[in-house]
């Protein structure tokens, strides 16, 4: 059986945070990172929550990379005030963690119901906000954590592009092709399914057309918009189709070598689409197609694919190998082994079209380097 399934409720456009005083609540809790309170990002919030009259707490101690520890101490005060609202605010990081606080709280607290789970993106990225994924870093083990379960999907998601509009450029940049990774994958997986190539296939079209105009140019506000929209559809695309060996290896080096998640997914990409192209071929030349690329055969479309990714990503200053970040060799080389171990372990490795093996995946890591 193919299904499709989508639950959030997405309010986008520039009056859209208006949303929050109607979220039926008696207790508020936000859950942040300490620059969306220091630009004041927290307080737009905050003053549509006093509108209501919703009294509100603010846990702001989210840093990159959410660990175990910072989702314990949240879960903890987010049960000690009783609220029946957490709105999360941030990139991936604030909202991978307000998922993982909502999912343990709740847990913990069964005689409740499940309290409101509202997401509220600053970058146009992760697609977090209508997604059953949280990933959390087990800083001990160095490896990032994907949760996955339908607890964690968000009830209502509110795409403001008002607070992406100060994102600096190489976070534009970033976060931007994340946001693509998660469309090809999305449209490559061996899950994909009708409902999930039309979000795809429109999220890809929006980051080809509108990431550049963000990334050279933080004011263009159809850009901001089309681009926050984009991140969305990818999302509830991958949301039901699953991703594929980019994500996986970018979760392990991310948590071995702490390389930002989108980022280590835009250099990557283009060495997984020419790992997957046996296999996934025919899904690229379709892409290459549907962007209006040379794909007379396969071959050519998966080429001119790989070339428009590289283009992109070098027309933002992103690297093309992984040694461009600053990995030292001998390092990224003792972990191969590791590497691979845990892509080979990782859920999104399900979804890849090319099933590898322990050799398969170092031979990528090889070809990345």
Not at 286 to 302: D, H, K, S, Y
Not at 315 to 339: C, F, N, W
Request: charged residues 20%; glycine residues 8%; proline residues 5%.
């Amino acid at each position: 059986m193919t299904q499709f399934y989508g639950k959030t409720k997405i309010c986008y456009g520039e009056d859209s945070l208006e949303t929050l005083e109607h979220v039926p609540a008696k207790q508020a809790f936000i859950v942040t990172d300490p620059f969306m309170v220091k630009v004041g990002f927290a307080d737009r919030v905050k003053s549509h929550l006093d509108r209501a009259g919703i009294p509100h707490h603010t846990f702001d101690g989210v840093e990159p990379d959410p660990s175990l520890e910072v989702v314990t101490k949240g879960a903890k005060l987010f049960l000690r005030d009783e609220a029946d609202l957490i709105i999360a605010l941030g990139g991936g990081s604030p909202i991978d963690a307000a998922k993982a606080i909502s999912f343990f709280a709740h847990k913990a607290r069964t005689d409740k119901p499940k309290p409101t789970l509202v997401a509220i993106p600053t970058t146009a990225g992760t697609g977090s906000e209508v997604t059953a994924i949280s990933v959390v870093t087990d800083k001990v083990n160095e490896v990032k954590i994907p949760l996955n379960d339908e607890l964690l999907i968000p009830d209502m998601a509110i795409l403001d592009p008002r607070f992406t509009r100060s994102l600096p450029s190489h976070v534009t940049a970033a976060t931007g092709m994340d946001v693509l990774t998660h469309a090809i994958e999305a449209y490559t997986s061996r899950q994909a399914n009708a409902f999930t190539s039309i979000y795809a296939k429109y999220a890809m079209r929006y980051v080809f057309e509108y990431l550049h105009r963000a990334y050279v140019n933080g004011d263009d506000m159809e850009a901001r918009s089309q681009m926050l929209v984009g991140s969305c559809m990818a999302g509830m695309a991958f949301n039901n189709s699953g991703l594929g060996i980019t994500h996986s290896v970018a979760h392990s080096l991310g948590g071995i070598f702490h390389i930002p998640h989108g980022l280590a997914n835009a250099v990557l990409l283009p060495h997984a689409i020419r790992f997957n192209s046996f296999d996934a071929g025919i899904r690229y030349q379709e892409i290459a197609r549907m962007l209006g690329m040379p794909a007379e055969t396969v071959e050519e479309g998966v080429e001119s694919l790989i070339k428009a990714v590289i283009e992109l990503n070098e027309s933002m200053g992103i690297p093309t190998q992984v040694r461009g970040l600053k990995i030292e060799e001998k390092a990224y080389r003792d972990h191969m082994d590791v590497v691979a171990k845990n892509v080979l372990e990782d859920i999104c490795t399900e979804g890849n079209p090319r099933r590898p093996s322990h050799g398969d995946v170092k031979l990528l890591l090889e070809q990345c380097w």
